[in-house]
């Protein structure tokens, strides 16, 4: 098994910044990639960003590319998602995500996760 935790939501303004992190721990070596997913109140959870363990590809969904950036620290088993210019759409429940098979050709957007966190708010003031 492979617990995430996720941390860094809460109120912001739009325009502004944020981080979020998410730590794993337990099984953390069967995990080989990592990943962000949101839910707006009334929507489907919806597919954010992603990154390989090995080798570092990254993944975008098409309405957050060029304003969020993921990263990772495999040290700390550590997932990021940076999150530039905050505009309203984007509040909603953030989870984190793990895959145990993540071979290329890997496809996030398609393929459901087989861990989750327990998600963390992020609200957006405008």
């Known amino acids: 098994q492979v617990q995430l935790v996720e941390s860094g939501g809460g109120l912001v303004q739009a325009g502004d910044s944020l981080r979020l992190s998410c730590v794993a721990s337990?099984?953390?070596?069967?995990?080989?990639?990592m990943g962000w997913f949101r839910q707006a109140p009334g929507k489907e959870r919806e597919f954010v960003a992603a990154?390989?363990?090995?080798?570092?590809?990254?993944y975008y969904a098409d309405s957050v590319k060029g304003r969020f950036t993921i990263s990772r620290d495999n040290a700390e088993n550590t997932v990021y998602l940076q999150i530039h210019i905050l505009k309203p759409e984007d509040a909603a429940v953030y989870y984190c995500?793990?895959?145990?098979?993540?071979?290329?050709?890997?496809?996030?957007?398609?393929?459901?996760?087989?861990?989750w966190g327990q998600g963390t708010q992020v609200t957006v003031s405008s």
């Open positions: 995500a793990a895959w145990v098979v993540a071979g290329l050709p890997f496809l996030p957007l398609y393929t459901v996760p087989d861990y």
């Open positions: 337990g099984r953390t070596f069967s995990s080989n990639a």
């Open positions: 990154i390989r363990w090995s080798g570092g590809s990254t």
